[in-house]
């Protein structure tokens, strides 16, 4: 059973910074192209972005370049996710998984979640 357990979050002010971390247990980690989601109050879970196993390659949607950076250590089976900039629109509760191929297909592949860690930027 493969278990995501999610950290980091917190209140920041727009502007801020936060640095979100997974550590993923249960599965061969570096089997897998992972990825963070998140979903804001009364709206659907969203795909933020990806990373490859071997890290050579990520994606983001566009509401987050250039702002966010994905990383992974495959090593302690654990894939980070650094904001910055943040602003209230990233008001969220985040979630890592799996991603299923290619790279920007956006559907999680792991069929369950972790508890996700909430993100609170104020205006």
């Known amino acids: 059973q493969v278990q995501l357990v999610e950290s980091g979050g917190g209140l920041v002010q727009a502007g801020g910074s936060l640095t979100l971390s997974c550590t993923v247990s249960?599965?061969?980690?570096?089997?897998?192209?992972m990825g963070w989601f998140r979903q804001a109050p009364g709206k659907e879970r969203e795909f933020v972005a990806s990373?490859?196993?071997?890290?050579?390659?990520?994606y983001y949607v566009d509401s987050v370049k250039g702002r966010f950076s994905i990383a992974r250590d495959n090593a302690k089976n654990t894939v980070d996710l650094q904001m910055n900039s943040l602003k209230p629109e990233d008001t969220a509760v985040y979630y890592c998984n799996a991603v299923r191929w290619p790279l920007n297909s956006g559907k999680p592949l792991f069929g369950s979640w972790g508890q996700g860690t909430q993100v609170t930027v104020s205006s």
């Open positions: 990373i490859m196993w071997n890290s050579d390659s990520t």
């Open positions: 249960g599965r061969t980690f570096s089997n897998y192209v």
